[in-house]
């Protein structure tokens, strides 16, 4: 049996506004909804698979710089949730052409620090350094920042793990590696609006 004819069989609420809804109605939503929620890290796997094989020009392609960015923090020394952040930071490249860090830095938010979280979200302006004026760009977008308390963290972001992390011959971590850092990390949110929610399941 699918997975669609599964959930096509499941009790579902009765109402068809949601004013009209009742405590058995969201007992059922929220028994769905954290087992749903369990399978995150799952889909987040699987998403980030899809960069496999997208090159864009770059000499290695978006999956082979993902894992090469989480690796070499990793080997670094930083912890596991800068790591996650590292592997997961461009993630949002196939939905979110044009503003690809918010999308990563969505995805991690309830998970991580505020300080992974900026630097996940601003990472693009600091990355920029390295490129932009080669495209009519301001290279020192990142300026704006430079008051901010993590500008140092995300520059060093940038410098030692994302814009070095384009070489061939580098010997990355697989994808399998990072697994259990990912599962452990998106374990439980601790910022979230349904975070009371996530600690009553
Ligand atoms: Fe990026
Ligand atoms: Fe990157």
Not at 2 to 26: H, I, P, Y
Not at 74 to 79: A, I, K, Q, S, V
Not at 87 to 100: A, E, R, V
Request: glycine residues 6%; negative net charge; charged residues 25%.
């Amino acid at each position: 049996m699918s997975q669609d004819a599964v959930s096509d069989t499941a009790e579902r609420a009765k109402f068809r506004e949601m004013k009209e809804g009742t405590a058995q109605d969201w007992a059922i939503i929220g028994g769905e909804y954290m087992a749903f929620a369990k399978g995150l890290p799952d889909r987040v796997l699987d998403h980030l698979r899809l960069l496999d094989g997208d090159f864009g020009g770059f000499p290695v392609d978006r999956f082979e710089h993902s894992l090469q960015t989480a690796t070499r923090a990793h080997r670094d020394g930083r912890d596991e949730q800068y790591v996650v952040m590292a592997l997961l930071h461009d993630i949002g490249d196939t939905l979110g052409s044009y503003n690809h860090p918010e999308v990563a830095a969505s995805i991690i938010k309830p998970f991580v620090s505020e300080e992974v979280h900026w630097i996940c979200q601003n990472h693009g302006h600091f990355q920029g350094y390295y490129y932009f004026h080669f495209l009519g760009m301001d290279q020192n977008a990142r300026d704006q920042f430079r008051d901010h308390p993590y500008f140092g963290a995300c520059a060093e972001f940038c410098e030692k793990y994302d814009q070095a992390a384009f070489d061939p011959d580098y010997q990355s971590e697989p994808l399998e590696f990072f697994e259990p850092m990912v599962r452990r990390v998106m374990t439980r949110p601790l910022n979230s609006l349904y975070a009371k929610a996530a600690e009553a399941a």
